[in-house]
């Protein structure tokens, strides 16, 4: 069988591997920055609190993927919960740390000078120190969301989404006919998913960033 002949058969299905592996990275990310950008922002004054933000964050991302996923199964069992849920997790400490570097590199004059035009704590945060930190906060959110589409792939084992579903499919099979394409395609998919997300934030970063910060 040749690889164009494998495409006209099992293509539809690697298409549909491939939306659901950029589907669950972005949503792990969304999540992740969601609760990471509010544990920054919470702790970032607190420098006690921030430190032991970023070495739980730290400590998450130290658990191999494979016993996060295999503790999980007990917990919310198989599917798109087990690696959703580990993903969010492993996105925490870029996104913490970056969100705590960025709002406390923020020059205290600029922060003076909001006071002084009467801006309190709250419109100080909101208008001025997470605008000038936001390329910063970006930066962790790409690195996240860039270490998740690897890590995705991993989701296989406890039967998640995406094209970890071709790379071991390929790999169990390994002497049938179809096995060695079924695995460099999810592995070359994966790739590919990676290239587009780390082009979307960049994009991202400069449609969103001030002028001035660039």
């Known amino acids: 069988m040749s690889y164009s002949e494998y495409w006209s058969y099992f293509g ?5 591997q491939f939306g659901e592996h950029i589907v669950v990275v972005l949503l792990a990310t969304l999540l992740g920055s969601v609760l990471g950008v509010g544990v920054g922002v919470f702790a970032h004054k607190r420098p006690r609190l921030s430190a032991v933000a970023i070495k739980a964050s730290g400590v998450l991302l130290t658990i191999p993927s494979l016993a996060l996923y295999v503790l999980l199964i007990s917990v919310i069992g198989l599917g798109w919960p087990p690696v ?10 870029p996104i913490v740390q970056n969100t705590i570097v960025g709002l406390n590199g923020v020059d205290s004059s600029v922060v003076e000078a909001a006071s002084a035009m009467g801006m309190n704590s709250r419109q100080s945060l909101v208008k001025v120190e997470f605008p000038m930190a936001w390329p910063i906060i970006l930066t962790g959110i790409r690195v996240a969301a860039l270490l998740l589409v690897s ?16 790379i071991y499919d390929g790999l169990n099979t390994i002497g049938s006919p179809t096995a060695l394409y079924q695995a460099v395609s999810g592995i070359v998919g994966v790739a590919i998913v990676g290239l587009i997300l780390n082009l979307t934030f960049i994009f991202l970063g ?9």
Not at 86 to 91: D, E, G, Q, R
Not at 206 to 214: I, P, Q, Y
């Open 12 to 16: 539809s299905g690697l298409i549909q």
């Open 151 to 166: 890590t995705a792939a991993i989701g296989a084992i406890v039967r998640g989404p995406g094209l970890g579903r071709a």
């Open 206 to 214: 400069k449609l969103t960033t001030s002028r001035g910060l660039s």
């Open 84 to 93: 959703l849920v580990a993903l969010t997790l492993y996105s925490l400490l």
